[in-house]
Every structure is written in C-alpha cells, then in structure tokens.
C-alpha cells in the first residue's frame, strides 16, 4: 500500500509498468468491487469527519452551554458528535443527567455511511454508548460496576418506552380530552421534567391521583 500510495519507482519507470496493488482477489474480481474494497480499506486507515470534530471538541473542553446547544442541535450527526463526547470526556456520574433525554429520540440515520449498515435511531445510538464498552474499534472508559448496574437497570425500561411511543402517537388524539387515565413513568425517580422545545415528542398535562398541581409529561 505504502508503495502504490507513492505512484511509480525509478525501476517501474524504467520498466514502463504502472504500479498497482496485487492480491489473489484480484484475479477476475470485477474492477468496482475492486475499488469498493480499496475504499473501505482507506476509510478505515483515515479517521472520519465526524471523529476528528469530536477530538476537536475534547482538546477545547467545552463549557456546559457550549455542550448543550450541541446536544440540543437540530443535526443528528452533530447531536451524535456530543453524545459521544459525553462519553468519552465527562465523568460517569453525569452520563445519565446528560444523555438519558436522548433515549427516546426516534430520528433515524445511518451511523457509518459508507459501510453497508442498516439506519437506526439516535435513542438507539445512545443506548450503544451507555451499554458497550466499545464504539467501532476504540474503547470507551470504563463505567464503574455501581453506575453500570444503575445504568442498565434504567434502560431496561426504554425498549417498552419506544414501543409504547410509537403506539400512543398513533392514537394522540384519545389524549386530548380530559379524564383519560394513563400511565407515567419516570426513570430518574423523581420530579417528572417538561420535555425540551425542538424534540420530536408530545407533552401532555397529567393529574396525579394524590393531588398537588398538574404536571405536563411527554
């Protein structure tokens, strides 16, 4: 590679041959697989766009307003950057406060275009990063054994969120009149929060059975 990557030696010169890569699946391999295969082989040996801007921001160490307008862009790809800055430099106690409202993001995209991968959603590409040690071949920090056990406890929940998510969006208008019971669930286990403006999600105003003032849910 190194050598094809330079172009022609003195003796190809002389010899007035083009320097070439050669391996045994050359032999009858159709020229665009060929190409497909040196491509892929290249972006594998050059880092990305997308993993150079996440460098980028770890050399700046951004301040938490800059960390939260990019978690809240409206740029799937630049909302990813940040989730995976999250995890790579914040601290493991701050993981769930800053990506758990990103669980039930249901926009779609395909995480490593180039490379064959089927599209997933980006709450699905938070829950990669909250629960594998590893993102394509770098190892993310490791999460202590307590927070791990805390942070797999809670996503239990999720796949049952998105499930329920897509089934109430579909019949969102039962909702609207007031008295129909529901059910609120609130993984922090604590104060439910409104939702934040610019997500895809719908707030609703519930009442709770023992009393106290009405609390907007999404």
């Given at each position: 590679?190194?050598?094809?990557?330079?172009?022609?030696?003195?003796?190809?010169?002389?010899?007035?041959?083009?320097p070439r890569l050669l391996?045994?699946?050359?032999?009858g391999?159709d020229?665009?697989?060929?190409?497909?295969?040196r491509?892929?082989l290249?972006?594998?040996?050059?880092?990305?766009?997308f993993?150079?801007?996440?460098?980028?921001m770890?050399?700046?160490?951004?301040?938490?307003g800059?960390?939260?307008s990019?978690?809240?862009?409206?740029?799937?790809?630049?909302?990813c950057?940040?989730?995976?800055?999250v995890?790579?430099?914040?601290?493991?106690?701050?993981?769930?406060?800053?990506?758990s409202?990103?669980?039930?993001?249901?926009?779609e995209?395909?995480?490593?275009?180039?490379?064959?991968?089927?599209?997933?959603?980006?709450?699905?590409?938070?829950e990669?990063?909250?629960t594998?040690?590893?993102?394509?071949?770098?190892t993310?920090?490791?999460?202590?054994?307590?927070h791990?056990?805390?942070?797999?406890?809670?996503?239990?929940?999720y796949?049952?969120?998105?499930?329920r998510?897509?089934?109430?969006?579909?019949v969102?208008?039962?909702?609207?009149e007031?008295?129909v019971?529901?059910?609120v669930c609130?993984?922090r286990?604590?104060?439910?929060e409104?939702?934040k403006?610019?997500?895809?999600?719908?707030?609703?105003?519930?009442?709770?059975?023992?009393?106290?003032?009405?609390v907007?849910v999404?």
């Open positions: 590679l190194a050598a094809a990557s330079r172009g022609r030696g003195p003796d190809d010169k002389a010899a007035g041959a083009e391996s045994g699946g050359d032999v391999q020229p665009q697989e060929r190409l497909l295969q491509s892929c290249q972006m594998d040996l050059e880092p990305s766009r993993i150079c801007c996440v460098y980028r770890l050399v700046m160490q951004l301040t938490e800059q960390l939260q990019i978690l809240d862009n409206r740029s799937c790809f630049i909302r950057a940040g989730f995976l800055y995890r790579l430099g914040m601290h493991c106690e701050r993981y769930w406060e800053l990506l409202d990103s669980l039930m993001d249901p926009e995209f395909v995480p490593f275009p180039g490379r064959n991968t089927e599209a997933i959603t980006v709450g699905q590409f938070v990669q990063l909250l594998k040690d590893k993102y394509c071949d770098m993310l920090p490791r999460i202590p054994v307590v791990r056990k805390t942070i797999n406890r809670r996503i239990l929940l796949g049952q969120f998105r499930k998510f897509e089934a109430n969006l579909e969102l208008e039962r909702f609207q007031p008295g019971v529901v059910e609130s993984p286990a604590q104060t439910l409104p939702a403006p610019g997500r895809t999600c719908s707030t609703l105003r519930v009442q709770f059975p023992g009393g106290g003032d009405p907007d999404s």
